[in-house]
C-alpha cells in the first residue's frame, strides 16, 4: 500500500481474462482491411484493363487490314493508271513510226513548193492504203484489221486494238483524223488501257512539202573548205568520202561555225586535224542528204509569152575561164577555155529573160526584173558571166544531164557588186543544178547583197564579201571527175579555179529553216510532227 495514497479510495483492478471461444480469432488493424480491399479492386480494374485494350488491338488489326487491302488497291489502282498512260504514250511513238515509214517508202513528191488541199486529201488516203496493206490481220493488231471511213467533212483511219505488252493485259486505240474543212491537219489520238483504267493523249501532224534540207548552212557532195573571215551561224554536212584526194571538210583557225560539222566519214576515217576554227563538234556517221530532182518546165509553162527570148549581140569579147590573176584576158593554166561572149552592157530587163544555149554572155550594169533562164536545151551549154548587176527575180537554169558536169562550160560568174532585190518572192536567189556557181571573182574582192533563200549549183562558190540569208547546196559529187576535185569554198582557197588574193573578204551565212523550198525542186510530201500541241485528255 502506497503511503500517499488514501486507503479509502485505493481499488484494485484484476487482470482481464479472454474467454475461451474467441481465443483462435485474429481481428485485423483497419489497415491490413484497406489493404486487402485495394489488393481486390486491382485485380477487377487489371481485368477490365486487359479486355479493353484486347478489342482495342483487334479494331486496329482490322484496321490495319483494312488499310492495307486500300493500299493494295490504290497500289493497283496507281499502276493501272501508270500502264495506260505508258500505253498511250507508246502509242503516239508507235503513230510516228508508221508515218516514217510511210514517207521512206511511199511519199510521193512534188515540183510546187506548196500542198494543195487535193493533194492533202490524196496524201491521207495513200497513208491509209499503205497502212491496211502493211497491218491488216497482222500480229501487232491481234489478227484485226484497220478500219477506214470518209465523209464529206472528216476522214479516218482507226487500229482498234495495237498488243501493247506480253502478257495482252495493255491495249492501245490509235485514230488518225483529218478534218477535210483543214486538210493539212492531222489529229493522232491513243487511248491506252489497262482493265477499266483508260488514258487519253493527243498530238497534231501536218502535212507539207519537206524542207529538211533548209537546216544546213551548207551541204555539198563535194569537200567543205571554209577560209578566211568566214561565219556560219548554221550546221555543215559532206558527204565527200575520197579522202585519199580530199578531207571532206577544212576548217581554217580565222573561220568560225556556229553549228556542227557532218560527215559521212568515220572517226577513223577522218581524223580532226584539219579542223581548226571554232566550231561546235564533228558529227561522225551522218546519213547521206537526199539530193532533190529539178524540173524548171512549170517555170516556162508559168512564163509563157513573159518569157523573152535574148537577142543576139553584135559586139563580142574573148575572156578565159578560169581566168588567171591578171585578168579574164590571161587563162589560169592550160585547162581554161576561151569563151568569145556576147556582151550586153547597161541594159534594163523589164520581161522575164531566156538566155540561148551557147549564148556564153558578158552582162555589164544590167538590171534584170524579172525571171533570167539560161538555157541548156540540146545538149547545150553556157558560160555565163554577170559584171556589177541587179537582179529584182532570181537566176534559173535548165538542167544539165548528171553525167554531165561541164564546171568551165556551164557556169554561172558573178563578179563585181550584184545586188539581188527579190527577198523570198520566189524562195531562191540561184537555181543552177549541175551548174558551177560563183559569188565573186575568184582573183579578186567582190560583194554580193541580199543572197536569200535556197542556192543550188554542182558546186557552189562563195568568196569576196557575202551575206546569205539562206542554204547552200552543191549537189555533184566531183569525186567522178577525171581531172580532180572541186571543193565547195566559202572564202578563197587555192584551187581549181583561182588563186588566194591579197584581199580577203568577209562571209556569213544564216540558215532559215523556216522557208519553203523553191517551186521546181522536187522533195516529198510528208507528215511533220507538231511537238508544242501534244494535249492529255
Known sequence: MRADLPS?????????????????????????????????????????????????????????????????????????????????????????????????????????????????????????????????????????????????????????????????????????????????????????????????????????????????????????????????????????????????????????????????????????????????????????????????????????????????SGITQPEYFPHGPLGYFQPLNASSILFNRHVYEAKIYNDSLKVAAGRNALFRNCTFNGVTFIDVSGNGTNNIRFENCTFNGPVITGVPPDSSFFWKLNTLYFTGHTVFNHGITYETTVLAPNFNVNFGNTNGTDTTEGVTGLVVGGVVDVRGNVNVDGSIVSMYDTSTLSETFHATNVGYADDWEGTVPMLDGTINIQPDPSRLLPSGVSSKIIFERNSDQYVEL
Open 8 to 312: 479509502a479510495i485505493y481499488m484494485h483492478f484484476p487482470e482481464p481474462k479472454t474467454p475461451a471461444s474467441t481465443s483462435n480469432i485474429e481481428i485485423p488493424s483497419r489497415k491490413e482491411h484497406v489493404l486487402k480491399t485495394s489488393r481486390i479492386r486491382d485485380r477487377g480494374g487489371s481485368s477490365v484493363l486487359a479486355i479493353f485494350f484486347v478489342c482495342l488491338f483487334a479494331v486496329l488489326a482490322t484496321s490495319f487490314v483494312s488499310i492495307s487491302n486500300l493500299n493494295v488497291q490504290v497500289s493497283n489502282s496507281h499502276q493501272q493508271v501508270s500502264t495506260a498512260h505508258a500505253a498511250a504514250q507508246s502509242g503516239l511513238a508507235y503513230a510516228h513510226s508508221i508515218f516514217t515509214t510511210y514517207i521512206q517508202d511511199e511519199a510521193t513528191k512534188t515540183f510546187i513548193n506548196t500542198v494543195s488541199e487535193s493533194e492533202a486529201e490524196d496524201t491521207f488516203t495513200n497513208f491509209a492504203t499503205f497502212v491496211q496493206t502493211n497491218l491488216d490481220l497482222s500480229p501487232v493488231l491481234g489478227g484485226g484489221t484497220v478500219v477506214y471511213q470518209s465523209s464529206e467533212t472528216q476522214a479516218s483511219l482507226t487500229l482498234p486494238t495495237v498488243i501493247f505488252d506480253n502478257q495482252n493485259i495493255a491495249r492501245i486505240k490509235l485514230v488518225f483524223e483529218q478534218d477535210l474543212a483543214d486538210p493539212h491537219t492531222i489529229l493522232v489520238r491513243s487511248t491506252g488501257s489497262d482493265s477499266e483504267v483508260t488514258r487519253t493523249v493527243v498530238i497534231s501532224y501536218t502535212i507539207k512539202k519537206d524542207n529538211s534540207l533548209l537546216k544546213y548552212a551548207v551541204a555539198s557532195k563535194s569537200p567543205v573548205y571554209i577560209n578566211g573571215d568566214s561565219t556560219i551561224n548554221g550546221d555543215i554536212l559532206s558527204t565527200w568520202e575520197n579522202v585519199a584526194t580530199s578531207p571532206p571538210l577544212i576548217l581554217s583557225p580565222e573561220s568560225t561555225v556556229n553549228g556542227t560539222l557532218g560527215t559521212t566519214l568515220s572517226e577513223d576515217e577522218f581524223p580532226a586535224e584539219l579542223i581548226e576554227g571554232a566550231n561546235e563538234g564533228i558529227e561522225y556517221d551522218q546519213p547521206d542528204f537526199d539530193v532533190p530532182d529539178f524540173d524548171s518546165s512549170y517555170l516556162l509553162e508559168e512564163l509563157g509569152d513573159k518569157l523573152k527570148n535574148l537577142p543576139a
